[in-house]
């Protein structure tokens, strides 16, 4: 119903809205599973962490903890190279469930 001219700027109204509400449906589940995926993966293969709990509150400091891991090459082979990008894989499939859900479908 709205003027051609403004036809993109409803859209990408209607979509930034999708978004929020996406994120006020999923959001939480998704900071709390990243939270709890990294934590078991820091404690199962960095026996330096091994004390981290999987709190959402936690989860800025424990994606810094992940990145001095990988940087250190903790996880650069074997069994703890699997987990990672299993980890990584489902942690991007839950974000982009919320930002572009249509990325997710097979072509």
């Not at 074997?78 to 930002?99: C, Q």
């Amino acid at each position: 119903m709205l003027p051609k001219d403004r036809r993109y700027v409803g859209l990408m109204i209607g979509n930034v809205i999708g978004i929020a509400v996406r994120e006020l449906q999923a959001g939480a589940l998704a900071l709390a599973s990243e939270a709890e995926r990294t934590s078991r993966l820091l404690a199962a293969h960095d026996t330096t962490l091994r004390d981290i709990h999987g709190g959402v509150g936690e989860l800025p400091e424990l994606r810094r903890s992940l990145c001095a891991a990988i940087r250190a090459g903790r996880f650069d082979a074997g069994e703890a190279r699997a987990a990672l990008m299993s980890h990584l894989g489902k942690s991007t499939a839950d974000w982009v469930a919320i930002s572009n859900p249509k990325a997710l479908r097979p072509a």
